[in-house]
């Protein structure tokens, strides 16, 4: 099921990140989001409801009474009809709320913004789009127009099904300058770097350590005041994933099969320090030099990592 939340995830961040073009606001990239989780919160309520109907038919067989075989059959077809959607098998119950139930269960699995609302102050978006020098949490608004050679972060997450799907990109619009294509370009590759070390038996400070020095060995610093994270049930679970590892490689805790984790790499052109502006959301960076980040969420599997925000990656090929 996180699996499904991330191909989501993936799918809306491509549409916001098509949509980056010059003269387009980021209100309306936050406007893109909100439709893209609406039209997937209808397809998880019509999903549900088509099971709760198909259920209710095989139900109502009245042979089912008299018929121990056919029961049991019924039973397991049951069962499989709402792997997904468990809460559903007890609308066959006598006296069942079958309105009430079918409402619970779309409301568990309903794609929504893992975003809005979040901490103090709520957030008030459902996306965070950040400007060349914004490194995260920048908030969308009607009157910040993309132009020709920004590079801007588009940062993104739902639930869908319970669990979290985080990710983000950078892009480059238009015509950008080397300096800013170079920047853009080392933070992607140091998340890749990044996730090959995602395996199992590899430890937390492999993966921060592999981020600092390939931003590093091209010259700029990574963030520190924010990090990657743990995600499942909320978007932010232990263990912390810092992009950073002064002890080196072979430190922090071991990844072990199941874990999930957000890797997000934040690579400024200048100096590691940040500012927060007054909006309490808004992280600059302090000597106002570029900034760039990209994030995927990563299965540790025995077979390797999996990345769950990329539709191409498998078990084992990220």
Known sequence: MMREAGLVAA???DQMCEAAKPGTSTYDLDQIARAGIARHARRVDEAVAETARAVRKLASNPELRTNIELAKRTATE??????????????????????RIVGDVADRHRVISAFLGYATPPYPAVVC????????????????????????????????HGFCA??????????VSPERRKL??????????????????NRLGDVGYAVQSYAESRGY?????????????????????????DAGPGTGKRMKSGLVIAVEPMVNAGTPDVEVLSDEWTAVTKDRQMSAHFEHTIAITDEGPWVLTRPTSTPGNP
């Open 11 to 13: 799918e809306i961040l």
């Open 78 to 99: 049951i069962d499989q009809l709402t792997s997904m959607f468990t809460g559903l098998r007890q609308i066959v119950k006598p006296g069942a709320d079958i309105e």
């Open 129 to 160: 789009t950040s400007i060349n020098e914004v490194i995260v949490h920048g908030i969308p608004r009607r009157n910040e127009v993309i132009k020709d050679g920004d590079i801007i972060g588009i940062d993104f997450g739902i639930f869908m």
């Open 166 to 175: 985080d990710t983000a990109r950078t892009v480059m619009v238009g015509d």
């Open 184 to 201: 853009v370009e080392t933070a992607r590759d140091s998340l890749e770097a990044a996730i090959k070390l995602c395996r199992v038996g």
């Open 221 to 245: 610093s990574v963030v520190r005041q924010f990090v990657g994270h743990g995600t499942g049930r909320q978007m932010h679970e232990d263990p912390q994933v810092p992009n950073f590892s």
